[in-house]
């Protein structure tokens, strides 16, 4: 689906690569942009920053939580009217520790927001878009979601489940010879500050060459996207290597299954005052 002319709604779309392919929408003459992230300040400044390119309208929404979800998708609708293209990207990691150190805490907010966020939000919109007879739906996965990568179990868990899921709307709609498209992105490491002190043998990926490669992709209807390329062999390789050979390769050799040893994560750039903290 063309973006020029559409409205796009862009969940995390105050950082990284949600912030850049918002700024790339409005460069490619979408009529209105729409940011829904948690983070209500940076939400402000994102509104502030892109409005110089365009219509820009931001909202709080935790897509993990269905009610916050709705309220969003309501106070959305009678600002904006109807979404075109949906694009979820909101995800996080929450540390680098091995499965048995994590908490429930841990396991929840993961999957609550790597898998049935994206889910919470295209359920709003899938129904809209269907009863429209058009739209596109991009999930922003992972190529840890076909990857079995250790330090990241509950990262890699909730990515496996995000393409699994993704994937199987789209040959739904297909199915259902419905015009709304769904694509599915899994990209590599990506040089956004997410996965700050990470040491990968394969090289970092540049955040405006996945934000660019993600709306060509929306453009051209592709089903699904490896970013780069290389990622579609990756089950390939998995089929026809024995395990212990695929863990040599891969882990051994290419060194991924040691790739979060050092992951410090994405550090606070500014401390907030106390004051702040509280209304956060
Ligand atoms: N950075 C990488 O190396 C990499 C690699 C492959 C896939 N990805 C995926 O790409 C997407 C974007 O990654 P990024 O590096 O740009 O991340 P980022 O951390 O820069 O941005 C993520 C955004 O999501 C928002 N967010 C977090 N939790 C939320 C919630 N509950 N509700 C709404 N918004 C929420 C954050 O506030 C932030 O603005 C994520 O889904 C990530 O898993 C990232």
């Known amino acids: 689906m063309k973006i020029q002319g559409n409205t796009v709604l862009i ?36 509104v502030r920053e892109l409005s110089a390119l365009g219509s820009v309208y931001g909202h709080k929404a935790d897509i993990s939580s269905p009610e916050s979800v709705d309220k969003a998708y309501v106070d959305t609708k009678e600002a904006c009217g109807d979404v075109d293209i949906l ?39 899938i129904k ?24 990241m179990a509950l990262y890699a868990a909730s990515k496996w ?3 699994g899921w993704s994937d199987s709307v789209r040959i739904e709609l297909q199915r259902e010879k419905s015009p709304v498209r769904v694509t599915t992105i899994a990209p590599y490491f990506i040089n956004t500050g997410m996965f700050d002190g990470i040491r990968s043998f394969f090289k970092v990926l540049k955040p405006e ?19 780069p390329f290389t990622q579609h062999f990756i089950r390939l390789m998995q089929g026809i290597f024995p395990v212990k050979l695929f863990d040599f390769l891969f882990g051994d050799v290419c060194g991924l299954y040691t790739v979060m040893d050092h992951f410090t994560g994405r550090r606070p750039a500014v401390k907030l ?5 509280k209304a956060c």
């Open 11 to 46: 969940t995390g779309g105050c950082s990284g690569i949600g912030k850049i392919m918002g700024r790339m929408c409005l460069e490619k003459g979408a009529s209105r942009l729409v940011i829904w992230d948690i983070n209500e300040f940076a939400i402000e400044a994102t």
């Open 87 to 125: 694009i979820n990207c909101a995800g996080i990691i929450t540390n680098n520790k091995t499965f048995a150190e994590q908490t429930d805490l841990d396991i929840i907010r993961t999957v609550d927001i790597n898998t049935k966020g994206a889910m919470f939000v295209t359920l709003r919109y």
């Open 128 to 151: 809209d878009m269907k009863a429209r007879g058009c739209g596109h739906i991009c999930n922003i996965t992972s190529s840890a979601g076909m990857l079995s990568l250790p330090k």
């Open 161 to 163: 489940g995000a393409i």
């Open 209 to 227: 060459t996945v934000a660019r490669k993600t709306l060509r992709a929306i453009e051209h209807n592709r089903g699904y996207k490896g970013i």
């Open 273 to 277: 005052p106390e004051n702040k903290k």
